[in-house]
């Protein structure tokens, strides 16, 4: 069992930064793949970001790529995403989410433990 908690979230002009946590619980957590995904009003859930268990892979999406850098600190059983050049379509909910498969997943349903999500607010 892993519970996942979110923070840094907040309100932010375009063109600023952010650094999202996610303290991950339990004893198994350098076992799973972590993920990041967001969600907007009236919008699916979209992938962001995903890191391997071991932290030597990692993925983004196309539209984040060379603005988000993610990471993960086992010792501390954290996971960060650093979110860099802000625009107002990057304004979501963000949640971090566990999976235990072979392959690092980039879609929700492959995901088997989520946080509560933290709000990321961007003005222009």
């Known amino acids: 069992q892993v519970q996942l908690v979110e923070s840094g979230g907040g309100l932010v002009q375009a063109g600023g930064s952010l650094r999202l946590s996610c303290a991950a619980s339990g004893p198994t957590f350098s076992r799973y793949h972590m993920g990041w995904f967001r969600q907007a009003p009236g919008k699916e859930r979209e992938f962001v970001a995903a890191i391997s268990w071991s932290g030597g892979n990692t993925v983004y999406w196309d539209s984040v790529k060379g603005r988000f850098t993610l990471s993960r600190d086992t010792a501390k059983n954290t996971m960060y995403l650093q979110l860099n050049g802000l625009n107002p379509e990057d304004t979501a909910v963000y949640y971090c989410?566990?999976?235990?498969?072979?392959?690092?997943?980039?879609?929700?349903?492959?995901?088997?433990?989520w946080g509560q999500g933290t709000q990321v607010t961007v003005s222009s």
């Open positions: 989410a566990a999976a235990r498969t072979i392959v690092l997943p980039t879609t929700p349903v492959h995901y088997d433990y």
